[in-house]
């Protein structure tokens, strides 16, 4: 079973930045069929996908953070990184990371198999 950890989550005033961290196994990062994604989900609300990264790089963002947030992974650390800039009321949830194999659309939470326990990120005014 792959056990994803996220972590960086809190509270920030509007405009602020935040730096979520995803820890996961090396077998992962380590192989080029995995895809990773960081995903959202407000109370009452869909999951939401935020951004992706395949295992060469490519990068995939929603377009409500397009510009504000940046997805990155360290390979050697085994860490996916969600840098999150410019940060609204609107930004406020619960933000989870998920990997999975042979991902076609990165940002779909349908494409993901595996889960973190997610990071709650909390932007006030």
């Known amino acids: 079973q792959v056990q994803l950890v996220e972590s960086g989550g809190g509270s920030v005033q509007a405009g602020g930045s935040l730096r979520l961290s995803c820890v996961g196994p090396a077998t992962i990062f380590s192989s080029y069929e995995y895809s990773l994604g960081w995903f959202r989900q407000s109370p009452g609300q869909e999951r939401e996908g935020v951004a992706g990264i395949a295992s060469d790089g490519s990068t995939t963002y929603a377009g409500t953070v397009k510009g504000r947030f940046t997805v990155s992974r360290d390979n050697a650390l085994n860490t996916l990184y969600l840098q999150m800039n410019s940060l609204t009321l609107e930004d406020t949830a619960m933000y989870y990371c998920?990997?999975?194999?042979?991902?076609?659309?990165?940002?779909?939470?349908?494409?993901?198999?595996?889960w973190g326990q997610g990071t709650q990120v909390t932007v006030s005014s």
């Open positions: 998920a990997a999975d194999r042979w991902v076609a659309d990165r940002l779909s939470s349908h494409e993901y198999f595996a």
